[in-house]
């Protein structure tokens, strides 16, 4: 089965200065990840994915993702912040291929202070 | 505006009522998905319904009932409700049974259990 792990619960980090999200996930199969942003009352939207090829995927609003498959992990980073990115951020993992259900993290609380 | 239609919006009942959440999918998209959203479960998954067919199934317990109509809509049945069944339901969809482009999910049904 697959799991997910967001190390970090909440990321405080100063406007215009630089982010990293950290995910890591387990799997003995090859996996399908995502990055999903939850915005205040709000569902929930797809950021990027990774299915396969080039390990650093390029999502929305200036986030990318770089695949390292050896450390198993998925970290979501921006090179600078803006409050509108004030958000709830979720890793998410499948199994590749024909899988049917999505499993997600926890969640990290993105607060940007001014 | 996702594509995806969730009513009601909120909803709040007394323990032991039932309760029926409906959810449109995105025009063309055949599976939806169920997930509960609470601060101590976080994001579980409940079950997923391809072209009226049940797919998969989590942790959904057995006082929750869901099914997808012939028009693809689909409604999640909660019964005999507790306390603890407060959560964020969200339902989202995809155009196939496969999980590779990620979910299109609705803004959610907030439901309180007084």
């Known amino acids: 089965a697959q799991s997910v792990t967001q190390l970090d619960s909440q990321v405080p980090v100063f406007e215009e200065a630089p982010v990293e999200l950290r995910c890591n996930y387990s799997?003995?199969?090859?996996?399908?990840l995502f990055w999903y942003v939850q915005y205040p009352n709000q569902g929930l939207q797809l950021l990027l994915k990774y299915l396969s090829g080039s390990t650093l995927v390029k999502g929305i609003n200036g986030f990318e993702a770089e695949f390292n498959k050896s450390q198993t992990s998925f970290h979501l980073r921006k090179p600078s912040v803006h409050i509108s990115d004030t958000a709830e951020y979720f890793c998410?993992?499948?199994?590749?291929?024909?899988?049917?259900?999505?499993?997600f993290g926890s969640g990290t609380r993105l607060s940007i202070r001014p | 505006d996702s594509g995806v239609t969730q009513t009601p919006k909120h909803l709040i009942t007394a323990t032991g009522q039932r309760v029926t959440l409906r959810c449109s999918p995105r025009s063309g998209d055949l599976s939806v998905y169920w997930y509960q959203q609470s601060l101590d479960q976080g994001l579980q998954f409940l079950i997923q319904?391809?072209?009226?067919?049940?797919?998969a199934k989590g942790n959904i317990l057995e006082r929750f009932s869901a099914q997808q109509f012939p028009d693809l809509h689909s409604e999640l049945n909660l019964s005999s409700l507790e306390l603890g069944d407060s959560a964020l339901y969200f339902c989202?969809?995809?155009?196939?049974?496969?999980?590779?482009?990620?979910?299109?999910f609705g803004s959610g049904t907030r439901l309180t259990v007084v």
């Open positions: 998410a993992v499948t199994r590749g291929g024909s899988a049917s259900k999505i499993i």
């Open positions: 799997s003995s199969v090859s996996v399908y």
């Open positions: 989202a969809s995809s155009p196939g049974g496969q999980t590779s482009g990620g979910y299109t």
């Open positions: 319904y391809y072209n009226g067919e049940e797919r």
